[in-house]
T-cell receptor, first 110, second 114 residues
Framework: TQLLEQSPQFLSIQEGENLTVYCNSS?????LQWYRQEPGEGPVLLVTVVTGGEVKKLKRLTFQFGDARKDSSLHITAAQPGDTGLYLCAANFGNEKLTFGTGTRLTIIP | DAGVTQSPTHLIKTRGQHVTLRCSPI?????VSWYQQVLGQGPQFIFQ???????GRGNFPDRFSARQFPNYSSELNVNALLLGDSALYLC?????????????FGPGTRLTVT
């Protein structure tokens, strides 16, 4: 069974601070995606990474895919209240299914 | 362009009943996937359909079934509902099969089983 663990589970920080969220597995990913979900809505795709060691930037968000393709991180610089939400990583392990992580619930305090 | 649409938005059913949830993908998208999201957890994969055929299945009992129509819309059916089936059911569409392609999620159907 392939599992994705995210840490921390909950994170509450002040506006303007930086933060990093982690996504780890004991198995190798074929591809990994990061989503953000707000209450009452479906997840919204932020990024897809497919190459080990890949780094992608989306404004203040930086996504990194580990060299061994077993981990990924999301770093947010100068967090804003609009960044509040549930952050989910989701991986494909080379089979015909997508596995989501446990999620990190982020709250940015103005 | 319209995004992924799902109906109904909310649904209340009684244990033992049957339910059908519907999903319309983004125009041009041929793949539809279904997920169950229990409160406080990440979504769990139920099915992926591509070109009207099942291409992937998660660890769900046979009470869960789905199908995809020629216009690429999809239905998720759940028989003999249990209290534990209460969840947000999400549909996602993508251009092609496989998960390296971007998936676009609908707003979900909130199912409550009493």
């Amino acid at each position: 069974t392939q599992l994705l663990e995210q840490s921390p589970q909950f994170l509450s920080i002040q506006e303007g601070e930086n933060l990093t969220v982690y996504c780890n597995s004991s198995s190798v990913f074929s591809s990994l995606q990061w989503y953000r979900q707000e209450p009452g809505e479906g997840p919204v795709l932020l990024v897809t990474v497919v190459t080990g060691g890949e780094v992608k930037k989306l404004k203040r968000l930086t996504f990194q895919f580990g060299d061994a393709r077993k981990d990924s991180s999301l770093h947010i610089t100068a967090a804003q209240p609009g960044d509040t939400g549930l952050y989910l990583c989701a991986a494909n392990f080379g089979n015909e299914k997508l596995t989501f992580g446990t999620g990190t619930r982020l709250t940015i305090i103005p | 362009d319209a995004g992924v649409t799902q109906s109904p938005t909310h649904l209340i059913k009684t244990r033992g009943q049957h339910v059908t949830l519907r999903c319309s993908p983004i125009s041009g998208h041929k793949s539809v996937s279904w997920y169950q999201q229990v409160l406080g957890q990440g979504p769990q994969f139920i099915f992926q359909y591509y070109e009207k055929e099942e291409r992937g299945r998660g660890n769900f009992p046979d009470r869960f079934s789905a199908r995809q129509f020629p216009n690429y819309s999809s239905e998720l059916n759940v028989n003999a509902l249990l209290l534990g089936d209460s969840a947000l059911y999400l549909c996602a569409s993508s251009l092609d099969r496989g998960f390296a392609y971007e998936q676009y999620f609908g707003p979900g159907t909130r199912l409550t089983v009493t």
